[in-house]
């Protein structure tokens, strides 16, 4: 089976955002999500499914505000689990925990289920169908939101015991508020070097490489113009997207740079804002 996240495809690896209270949220991350706590300051923590790899870093500002509705940023971060079995476990888990999700869904690539943190951070947590099931038409993949057979998955879930998340788990996407569209897709085809892989109308867009279903979404659904959220709020710092060589990492560095847009070097480390103000790392 191929895999997505790993060379020649660009691929987010890791997210990090603000909470408002540390220690709640790593209560949350550890025992409801299944992460292992990878090291903790008295301001920040960061979490690995398989005890090494940073997937998220959770950060408390001194001076944090509450989540801002109506503005760009998060969306949802997703959670890739490696196995059908696995998704089917975690909602046993969830059932156990008394978890309420928010959503539940079959997108035909995919199956996923929607939750947030005690902030309201969004959290997708999913596993892909094999890439040979996904329908394309030309170089658009065909994707829906049904719903999740939930009865199934159980089911299928019923044997594998529930221990946190599974060391294969990687940072399977990420989906974002955008304020608009036009820009926002140059930003991640011409500038990134991304393609697009669906449209929602006028609405929302995903792209990816290498055919993967979509490494990014991107909507409009906060409204478009929606404005940045502070800095110091509950949402977004950054996402972290790594490329398949340096070369190909300062090609892309040049080519935001060529149409206009700011790159950032700090302490050797590149950061780029799409135009919406949504922080990205570029290793």
């Not at 790993?6 to 025992?31: A, C, H, W």
């Not at 998060?74 to 909602?91: C, E, K, N, V």
């Not at 046993?92 to 978890?99: D, L, N, P």
């Not at 939101?145 to 788990?169: C, R």
Request: proline share 4%.
């Amino acid at each position: 089976m191929k895999h997505f996240h790993q060379s020649p495809t660009t691929y987010v690896k890791d997210v990090m955002i603000n909470v408002e209270n540390l220690q709640r949220s790593i209560e949350f991350y550890t025992t409801i999500i299944g992460f292992k706590l990878l090291e903790q300051t008295e301001s920040q923590a960061v979490f690995s499914a398989n005890g090494h790899t940073p997937l998220l870093t959770i950060v408390q500002p001194n001076d944090i505000k509450p989540k801002q509705q109506r503005t760009t940023g998060l969306y949802h971060f997703a959670l890739l689990l490696p196995t059908r079995a696995d998704l089917g476990s975690i909602i046993h888990h969830f059932i156990a925990k008394g978890v309420r999700l928010q959503g539940a869904s079959d997108h035909l690539v995919s199956e996923a289920l929607y939750l947030a943190d005690p902030d309201g951070n969004g959290i997708e947590i999913y596993r892909d169908r094999p890439a040979e099931e996904w329908n394309w038409n030309g170089s658009e993949v065909e994707m829906a939101s049904i719903a999740l057979d939930v009865e199934d998955l159980l089911q299928e879930g019923q044997d594998t015991l529930w221990d946190g998340l599974p060391k294969e788990t990687v940072m399977g996407h990420i989906h974002l508020h955008v304020s608009e569209l036009k820009d926002t897709e140059q930003f991640y085809t011409k500038g990134l070097g991304f393609d697009v892989v669906t449209r929602y109308g006028a609405q929302a867009l995903f792209v990816s490489t290498e055919r993967y279903h979509h490494h990014i979404g991107l909507n409009t659904w906060n409204g478009v113009g929606a404005p940045a959220p502070a800095a110091n709020s509950v949402g977004l710092v950054w996402f972290s997207l790594v490329f398949s060589s340096e070369e190909k990492k300062l090609a892309a560095v040049e080519r935001l740079t060529s149409l206009g847009y700011k790159v950032e070097v700090l302490d050797g480390q590149y950061f780029a804002k799409d135009p919406s103000g949504n922080r990205i790392k570029l290793n």
